[in-house]
Structures are given as C-alpha cells and as structure tokens.
C-alpha cells in the first residue's frame, strides 16, 4: 500500500489530505473520507487506508487547516473547530468542494467514479456535498448529523447510505424522520440502517462516555463497514 500527504487548497487555505491506494497501474475509484470534529487525525486516516485495501483510492480529506487538530474528550475545543461550519453551510460545501476538486485530480484516481462518506461531523459534510449537487456517486453519512440547514438545495445527483446507531442522542427520532423526508420529497435514492442498543460513535474504539452518548459498538462497527462495502461495490 502507498500512502501520502497532500497538500491543496480553499482559496488561500493550505489543508493537508491523506491519500492511500494500492500500486495500480489503471485509474481507481475515489474515497473522500470526511472526519470527525476533532480533525483529520489517524482514525480518518485509518479509515483511508481501510477503503485503500477494498481496491479504491481513500482521500482523508481536511477541514480545518493544514496542522489543525483538536483531541478527544476536549469537547469545547473540538466544538470551536466545528462550529464555524456546522452554522455556516455555504462554507462548509466550498471546503468539501474544495477536496473533492483536490481528489480528482490524484493521478491514480478514476475522476467519473467518486463517492464519499464520513464520521459524525464528516457525515455532515458528505451529505452537505450530495445537497449541494455535487457530481458523485454516492455519500455515506457514519453516525453522521443529518439536519438540514436553510440553504437551499440543490438536485441530489447522488445515492445516499446512512448508517446511524438508534440511541444516538446527537441525532434524535424527529431529526432521522425530517431527512427521510427530506430526501423521499428529492426523489433521492437513500438508505438509513439503524442499529438499535447503539449510540453515538459507534465505530470509535475509544469512545466511552454514555452520558455525552458516545460509546463504541464492535457489533455495529462490524454491521456498518459490511454495508459500507456492499454500497460501495454497488456504485462502482
């Protein structure tokens, strides 16, 4: 496996991705891997590496800023990088258009065959992509935010995996029913598994905080890169 940092750009941003494939001698699909609100840190680059070894290019995309990390368990650290984002959607899709532009322009990448998926605050930021038009094959939001924000959107050219623990108090009953409205109402091809007994974080080993509702589920974890790599194979 071949790994490696990138760097582009958002306007005069530097940002830094993770770029993972295996040698190939013909042009693969393209992973954007969105991560969650502490960062492009190992575990997206991890997960950059896990899409590498299913046969595509992962691209660990950057929000926040070449350097710019927060930590787990610094709650109002992470926040302050998020929140920026989270209440400013028009940026949030410029920065996520940003390394989609950056993505396809890997040499090893086929650019007609992108998907893109991601974690808590990063399935935030792939679905924002899918609203916002984007020319990719499918998102997959992981224990993703799904609320819609008041910019409007436009066609959903791609199909859309959710994969969301029941007990996810980050992102309750009423918020799963408006996106499956909202996406039925867009005549989206969309999918929402929910895993019951789960909550937020589900796939993050080290979460372990019931009463901020993350805790790790390895059941969950196992049943959402199943479906992860089912979609995957689907739209490819």
């Not at 941003?13 to 013909?26: I, N, P, R, S, W």
């Not at 609100?37 to 290019?57: D, K, L, P, Q, T």
């Not at 992981?142 to 791609?158: F, P």
């Not at 009953?173 to 007994?197: C, I, N, R, S």
Request: charged share 20%.
């Amino acid at each position: 496996m071949i790994t490696q940092y990138l760097d582009y750009f958002d306007g005069d941003t530097v940002l830094e991705a993770y770029v993972a494939y295996e040698e190939t001698y013909v042009q693969k699909p393209l992973v954007l891997i969105a991560h969650d609100w502490s960062g492009r840190r190992e575990s997206a680059c991890n997960a950059a590496e896990r899409i590498a070894a299913m046969g595509y290019v992962g691209f660990a995309l950057d929000m926040y800023g070449k350097g710019v990390f927060g930590s787990d368990g610094d709650t109002e650290g992470n926040a302050a990088l998020m929140n920026p984002f989270a209440s400013d959607r028009a940026l949030l899709r410029q920065r996520v258009r940003a390394a989609l532009v950056a993505g396809r322009n890997v040499p090893q990448v086929d650019p007609t065959r992108v998907a893109a998926m991601g974690y808590c605050f990063g399935g935030m930021c792939v679905l924002e992509l899918a609203r916002a038009g984007a020319d990719v094959l499918g998102v997959v939001s992981i224990h993703g935010i799904l609320a819609a924000s008041e910019l409007a959107n436009e066609a959903v050219r791609a199909k859309v995996l959710c994969l969301h623990g029941h007990d996810d108090p980050m992102v309750p009953p009423d918020q799963v029913l408006e996106f499956e409205t909202e996406m039925t109402k867009a005549g989206v091809d969309w999918q929402l598994h929910a895993y019951g007994g789960t909550m937020h974080a589900f796939t993050h080993a080290g979460a372990n905080n019931p009463e901020f509702g993350t805790v790790y589920n390895q059941v969950a974890e196992k049943r959402c890169y199943q479906s992860l790599e089912n979609f995957l194979a689907e739209i490819f």
